[in-house]
């Protein structure tokens, strides 16, 4: 192991995006040794043996994984009368397999060494449905997301602690490509009209991978500006 072995172990997948950059850099300055499972770096988090051989390199080289931060995701657009079958799949196994994979292969030695935490992204979209910005595939994968947490956080206790974060609207391209007006209006029907930074959500994540956050386990964090309250 290198000179990192001594440093707690993040993996942050999806960790070159807009959120994902943010919770890097957080994390890298709570002293974790952070490393990104992205598909814009030639990754396929949603492919075991891929995922396994990149945990596998990962742990020889810096140690175990502490806390796995599931961020991948794309969103789809248009009516259930306009979204494929193939469209379908493809947006579930990018929100929901690409979460359930890292966590098959991670987190079995998690509760074996007997301590790691958990937090997946999910979406605001998976509690209210979504709209036709976002398609029926995209609020579905991510309520998935949500029930996946929360099985999690009941198989894996007292060892491992599993979170979801359910953000409405942040400042990432995912968001602007919108365009000025649709953007304009999303932020306008806000109860505090303002879009979530990059920055908010790696404070949550942050948070919940810390002692601070040891009692809490099964959640979800709403951070949405207000667009639902429950």
Not at 133 to 139: D, F, N, Q, T
Not at 169 to 187: C, F, K, N, Y
Request: with cysteine; proline share 5%.
């Amino acid at each position: 192991m290198d000179q990192h072995a001594t440093r707690p172990v993040a993996l942050v997948v999806g960790g070159a995006g807009g959120i994902g950059t943010a919770v890097c850099k957080r994390l890298r300055g709570d002293g974790y040794a952070v490393a990104v499972l992205d598909r814009s770096l030639g990754h396929d988090a949603s492919d075991e043996d891929h995922v396994k051989a990149f945990v596998g390199d990962l742990e020889s080289r810096i140690g175990h994984v502490q806390v796995l931060v599931c961020l991948a995701g794309r969103t789809g657009s248009g009516g259930i009368g306009e979204t494929s079958k193939v469209a379908w799949d493809a947006i579930v196994n990018d929100n929901l397999g690409a979460m359930f994979v890292p966590c098959h292969v991670i987190a079995p030695a998690m509760r074996a060494r007997g301590t790691g935490s958990i937090i997946a992204v999910a979406s605001v979209n998976a509690r209210t449905g979504g709209t036709l910005h976002s398609g029926p595939a995209y609020g579905a994968a991510k309520a998935g997301v949500i029930a996946l947490v929360r099985f999690m956080a009941r198989e894996l206790a007292p060892a491992v602690r599993v979170n979801a974060i359910a953000p409405g609207p942040v400042d990432t391209p995912m968001l602007h490509r919108l365009g000025p007006e649709a953007l304009s209006a999303v932020t306008a029907a806000l109860p505090l009209q303002s879009v979530i930074a990059p920055e908010e959500i790696a404070e949550a994540v942050a948070y919940l991978a810390s002692p601070g956050a040891r009692n809490i386990t099964g959640a979800v964090l709403d951070i949405n500006g207000g667009a639902w309250m429950g």
